[in-house]
């Protein structure tokens, strides 16, 4: 009993002179949106006022008082555009949210150089769960809660209400509104001639400002969910397969690769050897390949689509007929074989396999390592009753931040490796190191693929071509991962490798002429080729292809 009175008495004392005495201590809801708004134009806008002193460092427009400005400039703008939400319920039903939701945001801008556009948006929303648990650590969950959840329950718990009277009430925040306007004014007169300049020069830096995610997802609702569907359109009705001069039906493979940047590929000038499997095979490596996109959901229906990326749009995309759809249509049976989260739409209409991530030789019950996707490609291709047969893997290949899930411990080459998936804590050596390793280890799955495919040559045409979806920064000029705005996104996320190999006899059958193809490996070609040169090698006649888009058009023979 004496402890529960002591226990109660400190209780007491808690709610005279601390704690529980300031929370219930009632504060306006105008101060609440203008303390809101300070804290979003400081600590929630971080990264935009580091990008500032990173672009104005060792320039003539680098000043303390510029970087000072801008806090204070953003904080004026905030607390003005937050007195809209100073009323009962709207204020914390609003700002609990999108504080937690922007301190992930602003994790990730600070850590990885994301910057939360609508292609950002669109890719995060489209994640696979099991990649988007790989994004957390102690790191990022510490990040949210110090900047997230604490000034939540801070705002859940403080009192609020309005002033005594309508006028203090109305006072409060037309003084407030005018002190900011005024705040904000004397900022740019003094330093707008520099504001001006950085702005002009770097304008994806509107883009960092916390909180645009929001604006990104109501543009990704609008333009996605909430907007009326196209009509489908049928393309390729007249497909049809051309004869080959073996007389044999064919068997192609299609690799779908996931994250492979074209500058970590020995074939097209890298130091390191990480094609040590494939090198045996004399495949053709294409060195100068561009992507659609920096992510996954905007490439790969972007690819797959006769769209160029300058005219993609998705919503077009997938409203008509893909490559995959025309080469069906032609007679060929399909099989889409998924080990990354998600074809995109890519393959709705196609025969689909998702691998089960049950724990088992090649998986952990949250990810497989792509040897899973091949151990029943023979079963695969018998239960395939029509002759012509395609068989399409998407591969998980060097997808990130956990590179070291991606293949197994015993083929780790280049060590140090980084074995965390908070990359921020590894150097970068050693996140060079594992993504190297997993490019070893898709050119393994590639070889094995190769070698299948080698054992149906007596009675197949039989070829296999790879492409990534898109690259990766592993930390050059502080980038790291995807996704960034195409403008603004370096070579690193837009060069991607694009293998084709052909045994001599299927060359000879299509008639394509292989030293003309290893002649033209270093020409200059994008996702853009993908559609009409999947078209060619599969071997299917259609209006659609577009010859001058065709990989193999200058190196067939008579008979194209």
């Known amino acids: 009993m004496p402890l529960i009175r002591a226990f109660l008495a400190k209780g007491n004392m808690l709610g005279k002179f601390g704690v529980i005495r300031f929370f219930r201590r009632p504060i306006s809801y105008s101060f609440l949106s203008t303390l809101v708004g300070i804290y979003f134009g400081t600590i929630l806008n971080a990264p935009i006022i580091n990008e500032f002193i990173k672009v104005t460092k060792g320039t003539d427009s680098f000043s303390y008082a510029l970087i000072v400005s801008i806090p204070i400039l953003l904080s004026s703008v905030f607390v003005i555009v937050f007195q809209l939400f100073a009323f009962p ?88 509104i005018l002190i900011a306007v005024f705040v904000g004014f004397l900022v740019v007169k003094i ?64 690799v779908l690769g996931e994250t492979a940047r074209s500058q970590n590929i020995q074939y097209n000038g890298y130091s390191r050897n990480t094609n040590p499997y494939t090198e045996k095979y004399d495949l ?62 890519v393959a709705k209409r196609i025969p689909f396999v998702e691998l089960a991530r049950n724990r088992s030789e090649f998986c952990d019950g949250s990810y497989c390592y792509d040897e899973a996707l091949i151990t029943d490609v023979d079963k695969n291709i018998q239960d395939m009753e029509a002759p012509n047969k395609l068989l399409a893997f998407h591969i998980i290949g060097s997808h990130g931040t956990t590179y070291y899930k991606r293949y197994p411990k015993s083929m780790s080459v280049f060590e140090p ?40 040559q007596e009675k197949y045409n039989v070829g296999l ?77 259609t209006q659609e292809l577009n010859p001058k888009l065709n990989i193999f058009n200058a190196c067939l023979g008579a008979q194209k």
């Open 191 to 254: 330093n707008y001639k520099e504001i001006a300049a950085v702005g002009r020069n770097h304008s994806y830096m509107d883009k960092m400002v916390t909180p645009t995610h929001v604006y990104g997802t109501y543009k990704y609702l609008k333009k996605y969910v909430f907007s009326d569907p196209i009509e489908y359109r049928e393309l390729g009705d007249d497909a049809k397969i051309i004869p080959n001069h073996s007389n044999k039906p064919n068997l192609i493979f299609v």
């Open 465 to 541: 071509i790879y492409v990534s979806d898109h690259g990766e920064s592993l930390g050059e000029n502080g980038l790291y991962l995807h996704g960034a705005p195409y403008a603004f996104a370096p070579e690193y996320q837009t060069q991607v490798p694009w293998f084709v190999w052909l045994p001599e006899e299927t060359a000879t059958a299509f008639n394509i002429d292989m030293d003309c193809l290893k002649a033209s490996k270093d020409t200059d070609i994008s996702h853009d080729y993908f559609f009409h040169s999947l078209l060619s090698l599969a071997r299917v006649s």
């Open 284 to 345: 053709v490596s294409f060195s100068s390949v561009e992507s659609c996109g920096t992510a996954t959901a905007h490439s790969v229906p972007c690819m797959f689509s006769n769209l160029s990326r300058q005219s993609y749009k998705k919503e077009v995309a997938n409203s008509q007929s893909n490559v995959l759809d025309i080469i069906q249509k032609s007679g060929y049976q399909l099989l889409w074989k998924e080990n990354d989260g998600g074809d995109k739409g």
């Open 89 to 176: 319920l709207i204020n914390k039903l609003i700002f609990i949210p999108l504080i937690i939701t922007s301190a992930s945001c602003v994790y990730a801008t600070l850590h990885y150089g994301v910057i939360w556009d609508i292609g950002m948006i669109e890719n995060t929303i489209e994640t696979d769960p099991s990649e988007a648990l790989g994004f957390l650590s102690f790191g990022s969950i510490s990040f949210v809660i110090m900047l997230g959840i604490f000034p939540s329950i801070f705002i859940a718990l403080k009192k609020t209400g309005f002033r005594a009277t309508l006028l203090k009430e109305i006072s409060e925040r037309i003084i407030t």
């Open 417 to 456: 490796a980084c074995e965390r998936q908070d990359i921020e804590q590894c150097t970068d050596q050693e996140i060079v190191n594992v993504y190297d390793n997993t490019i070893v280890y898709t050119d393994f799955i590639l070889s094995q693929l190769i070698e299948k495919l080698k054992k149906y």
